[in-house]
T-cell receptor
Framework: DSGVTQTPKHLITATGQRVTLRCSPRSGDLSVYWYQQSLDQGLQFLIQYYNGEERAKGNILERFSAQQFPDLHSELNLSSLELGDSALYFC??????????FGPGTRLTVL | AQTVTQSQPEMSVQEAETVTLSCTYDTSESDYYLFWYKQPPSRQMILVIRQEAYKQQNATENRFSVNFQKAAKSFSLKISDSQLGDAAMYFCAYAYGTASKLTFGTGTRLQVTL
């Protein structure tokens, strides 16, 4: 158990819909990262938040957005979903030695 | 841009034997970190080992050790006394500086046979 929690574990939805993925970092960690793992793109960094502020942006689509709340949990919002958005979405938080600890992931299936 | 390359899509090792997984990376930075992550069938990403670029000594964690060749930009993972539970996808990852994103390689699938 990494100490990072993600909900839900599985999400099945239809094209065009909007979903929200939730992540709670390890106690004391200020940074939250979101990654997408798909078969054709591998593991891709989406976005990072540090203590409530956006710190870095990767290959995140305009249809996707995220935020980090004062209690440090983060939400990733995916809208106008397409079949190609089906993937495993990971959240991670970083420890004192720059290592990242990953949550169990949310498996998103868009039908 | 930094890139991470894992040239072995699949590897196989017999139980109790030793196997080495290869990773090369490309960066112009001097302050960076390298990691190996394990992803078993459960899909959980598990940190195996970490190496700071400024440290010359190779990192070791129990049966796992790395061979860090900074000049060659090579970072291989050696698994000794392989166990059935080591069967997984292994990802090499790079991070520039502290509290920064990970750039992953494409992974190596390790099979452990009896």
């Amino acid at each position: 158990d990494s100490g990072v929690t993600q909900t839900p574990k599985h999400l099945i939805t239809a094209t065009g819909q909007r979903v929200t993925l939730r992540c709670s970092p390890r106690s004391g960690d200020l940074s939250v990262y979101w990654y997408q793992q798909s078969l054709d793109q591998g593991l891709q960094f989406l976005i990072q938040y540090y203590n409530g502020e956006e710190r870095a942006k990767g290959n995140i689509l305009e249809r996707f957005s995220a935020q980090q709340f004062p209690d440090l949990h983060s939400e990733l919002n995916l809208s106008s979903l397409e079949l190609g958005d089906s993937a495993l979405y990971f959240c991670a938080s970083s420890g004192p030695y720059n290592e990242q600890f990953f949550g169990p992931g949310t498996r998103l299936t868009v039908l | 841009a930094q890139t991470v390359t894992q040239s072995q899509p699949e590897m196989s090792v017999q139980e109790a034997e030793t196997v080495t997984l290869s990773c090369t990376y490309d960066t112009s930075e001097s302050d960076y970190y390298l990691f190996w992550y394990k992803q078993p069938p459960s899909r959980q990403m598990i940190l195996v080992i970490r190496q700071e670029a400024y440290k010359q000594q190779n990192a070791t964690e129990n049966r796992f050790s790395v061979n860090f060749q900074k000049a060659a930009k090579s970072f291989s993972l050696k698994i000794s006394d392989s166990q059935l539970g080591d069967a997984a996808m292994y990802f090499c990852a790079y991070a520039y500086g502290t509290a920064s994103k990970l750039t992953f390689g494409t992974g190596t699938r390790l099979q452990v046979t009896l």
